[in-house]
């Protein structure tokens, strides 16, 4: 068993910066060769693909619509990966979810190719 706990969501003007955390641990945890990604849910919508940073290399890659603004990273000694969102606009507002494939080291951008999700985290950006 595998547990993702996210954090650092909240409400923030538009313009403004949030600092999202994923906090994985359990015993059968490989984090450090994971890849993890965020992914997001508007009300109302599907749950789309934000970030993802693979394992060894840490290469990232981003959808189009956050691209510029938002940066994948990961701390492999904590555990841990982050989502840095920077210009925040009130479209960017979705609950924010991170997502980790086991011993996988690839990205992925489809929600079935994850393991492993967090409970969540709220993201409003008002206008």
């Known amino acids: 068993q595998v547990q993702l706990v996210e954090s650092g969501g909240g409400l923030v003007q538009a313009g403004g910066s949030l600092r999202l955390s994923c906090a994985a641990s359990g015993r059968s945890l490989s984090f450090s060769r994971d890849a993890m990604g965020w992914f997001r849910q508007a009300p109302g919508k599907e749950r789309e693909f934000v970030a993802g940073i693979d394992a060894f290399n840490w290469r990232t890659q981003y959808a189009d619509s956050v691209k510029g603004r938002f940066t994948i990273s990961r701390d492999n000694a904590k555990n841990t990966v982050y989502l840095q969102m920077n210009s925040l606009k009130p479209e960017d507002t979705a609950n924010y979810y991170c997502?980790?494939?086991?011993?996988?080291?690839?990205?992925?951008?489809?929600?079935?190719?994850?393991?492993?999700w967090g409970q969540g985290t709220q993201v409003t950006v008002s206008s």
């Open positions: 997502a980790r494939r086991s011993r996988v080291s690839a990205i992925a951008v489809t929600d079935a190719s994850y393991d492993d």
